[in-house]
C-alpha cells in the first residue's frame, strides 16, 4: 500500500510501477504543477513579453548568409498591370488587381434551395461610394448610394423595378425591405 502525497488516499500500485507516489493522474498532474522547475520557470515567457526583433531592422539580428537565403522567398518586384495602383496607393497589389471603379460582370450559381442550379449575373464595383476600395460591391447598390449620399439602410435592399438586371439606371431601382424581398420571392407559394 502506498499513500498518495496530493490527497492522502491510501492505493495500491500496480506491480510494474511499485514506486508510484500518486493514486492517479489527475493527481500527479496537481503534484507536477505545484512542482515546476526553476529552470523552467526561469525560461517561461511572461504575458505581453515583446519580441526579441521587435522594432530592429534584420541585419541587426540575422547573419549575411540566412539573409542572402531569406531573400530569395521574397515577392519580387514585377511590372505589372497593378504596378502604378500599388506605388499609387502604397501597398502591393497582386498582379490582376482592377483599377477603381472598375464595374465587372460575375455569374453567380446557386447551391441548394429551390432555385438550385439557376444562374444569375450581377453587375459588382470595386469601390464604395466615397471612394475607398471595397470588393464585392453591388453595382445597383453602389447607384443608390451614390444618388442618395448615404449608406444603405440595414435590413434593406436594392432591386430593379422592371427586374432586367442589365437595366441600372437610377430611374430604375427601387428600395424594398428584406421582409418585402421574402414575400416577392415566396409568391405563388401559398
Ligand atoms: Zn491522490
Request: with cysteine; glycine share 6%; aromatic share 12%.
Amino acid at each position: 500500500m502506498n499513500k498518495c502525497i496530493v490527497c492522502g488516499k491510501e492505493f495500491e500500485p500496480k506491480p510494474e510501477y511499485k514506486e508510484r507516489k500518486t493514486c492517479s493522474y489527475w493527481c500527479y498532474c496537481q503534484w507536477a504543477r505545484e512542482h515546476i522547475s526553476q529552470g523552467f520557470k526561469d525560461n517561461q515567457f511572461i504575458k505581453g513579453q515583446p519580441s526579441f526583433n521587435k522594432g530592429k531592422p534584420q541585419k541587426e539580428w540575422m547573419s549575411k548568409e540566412s539573409q542572402e537565403k531569406c531573400s530569395k522567398t521574397y515577392i519580387q518586384y514585377q511590372n505589372t498591370a497593378a504596378s502604378p495602383l500599388s506605388s499609387e496607393e502604397g501597398v502591393f497589389l497582386p498582379y490582376n488587381t482592377l483599377r477603381k471603379g472598375t464595374v465587372v460582370k460575375r455569374k453567380s450559381t446557386h447551391r441548394k434551395g429551390k432555385n438550385k442550379g439557376k444562374v444569375e449575373w450581377n453587375y459588382y464595383i470595386n469601390i464604395d461610394w466615397r471612394g475607398n476600395r471595397k470588393p464585392n460591391n453591388l453595382y445597383k447598390k453602389y447607384l443608390w448610394e451614390l444618388h442618395n449620399q448615404k449608406d444603405l439602410p440595414k435590413g434593406y435592399v436594392v432591386v430593379t423595378k422592371d427586374g432586367n438586371p442589365d437595366n441600372l439606371v437610377i430611374e430604375n431601382l427601387m428600395l424594398i425591405s428584406r421582409a418585402e424581398l421574402l414575400r416577392r420571392n415566396n409568391r405563388g407559394r401559398r
